[in-house]
Nanobody, 128 residues
Framework: QVQLVESGGGLVQTGGSLRLSCAASGRTFSSYAMGWFRQAPGKEREFVAFVGWSGDITDYTDSVKGRFSISRDNAKNMVYLQMNSLTPEDTAVYYC?????????????????????WGQGTQVTVSS
């Protein structure tokens, strides 16, 4: 079992930055691949970023490449999402998720169904 708690969301102006954090419980955190997803009102939950078990493998959806950066600290059971150059299109509830899969293909982790555990979400609102 893994429990995930996100924090760091808020209201920011276009062009601003936020850093989301996800705190994970459990002693086996490093055995989980981690992802960030987001869901805007009226839209489906979508993949944002993925980080592998040791933090050396990452993947991003095209719309955030060059602006967002995912990282993890296994010693602290934490995952982070640094978001820069934010636009109103980034407004959504952001969710942290954990996957127990050991698949090697990073693209496999873009699917919502690949993840076993989810946090409650944190709201990010970008004003124009």
């Amino acid at each position: 079992q893994v429990q995930l708690v996100e924090s760091g969301g808020g209201l920011v102006q276009t062009g601003g930055s936020l850093r989301l954090s996800c705190a994970a419980s459990g002693r086996t955190f490093s055995s989980y691949a981690m992802g960030w997803f987001r869901q805007a009102p009226g839209k489906e939950r979508e993949f944002v970023a993925f980080v592998g078990w040791s933090g050396d493998i990452t993947d991003y959806t095209d719309s955030v490449k060059g602006r967002f950066s995912i990282s993890r600290d296994n010693a602290k059971n934490m995952v982070y999402l640094q978001m820069n150059s934010l636009t109103p299109e980034d407004t959504a509830v952001y969710y942290c998720a954990a996957s127990s899969s050991r698949r090697a293909e990073r693209s496999w982790y873009r699917g919502v169904a690949r993840y076993n555990y989810w946090g409650q979400g944190t709201q990010v609102t970008v004003s124009s």
